[in-house]
T-cell receptor
Framework: KAGVTQTPRYLIKTRGQQVTLSCSPI?????VSWYQQTPGQGLQFLFE???????NKGNFPGRFSGRQFSNSRSEMNVSTLELGDSALYLC??????????????FGPGTRLTVL | GENVEQHPSTLSVQEGDSAVIKCTYS??????FPWYKQELGKRPQLIID?????GEKKDQRIAVTLNKTAKHFSLHITETQPEDSAVYFC????????????FGKGTMLLVSP
């Protein structure tokens, strides 16, 4: 089975712009979660999508949003970018919801740099 | 929300030694306790997990122990090898009704040959 894929792998944006990141889960997986990873804050949970609905959300401002399509692929959008949004954005897929002890498989991440 | 602390933040050992990383959590409703390994430049990978109805689980050189009363669980690596060098994260979580997911800040393990 192909693993979780993320596109693009690297992205450079300037402050005030917006960005859309994409995540394709493992075939058959219905849950996609997104995380922000920075040296200072570590891994932080953004949100989880399951069956095209956001199920849980971390403590991030409304500038961070996402969606999931009927084929379980997910996108994450960050509007009005700030310097502090520079990070590695990871997505992870699992067969079922995180609340059901399902193992998560991470993608390689998208490295976002905001100048 | 869940308060998760990991200790130590950095751990240096000689090849062949044992390593222990501890994760302390605050939410007594947590019932699933995974450990992830992230090598430099790579994605996190689940290496072992335990559920609240089990006190210990082993998989070759790695093991996880759980103390629900004290609200902590630990990762044990025996006979460490240079390829064990990585950052290890814990991420305790509960089942239905949880609203977010909290990772520990990570422990950088360095195994010297």
């Amino acid at each position: 089975k192909a693993g979780v894929t993320q596109t693009p792998r690297y992205l450079i944006k300037t402050r005030g712009q917006q960005v859309t990141l994409s995540c394709s889960p493992i075939s058959g997986h219905r849950s996609v979660s997104w995380y922000q990873q920075t040296p200072g804050q570590g891994l932080q949970f953004l949100f989880e999508y399951f069956s095209e609905t956001q199920r849980n959300k971390g403590n991030f401002p409304g500038r961070f949003s996402g969606r999931q399509f009927s084929n379980s692929r997910s996108e994450m959008n960050v509007s009005t970018l700030e310097l502090g949004d520079s990070a590695l954005y990871l997505c992870a897929s699992s067969l079922g919801r995180l609340s059901s002890y399902n193992e998560q498989f991470f993608g390689p991440g998208t490295r976002l740099t905001v100048l | 929300g869940e308060n998760v602390e990991q200790h130590p933040s950095t751990l240096s050992v000689q090849e062949g030694d044992s390593a222990v990383i501890k994760c302390t959590y605050s939410d007594s409703a947590s019932n699933y306790f995974p450990w992830y390994k992230q090598e430099l430049g790579k994605r996190p990978q689940l290496i072992i997990d335990i559920r609240s109805n089990v006190g210990e689980k082993k998989d070759q050189r790695i093991a996880v122990t759980l103390n629900k009363t004290a609200k902590h669980f630990s990762l044990h690596i025996t006979e460490t090898q240079p390829e064990d060098s990585a950052v290890y994260f814990c991420a305790p979580r509960k089942g239905e009704g949880y609203s977010t997911l909290t990772f520990g800040k990570g422990t950088m393990l360095l195994v010297s040959p």
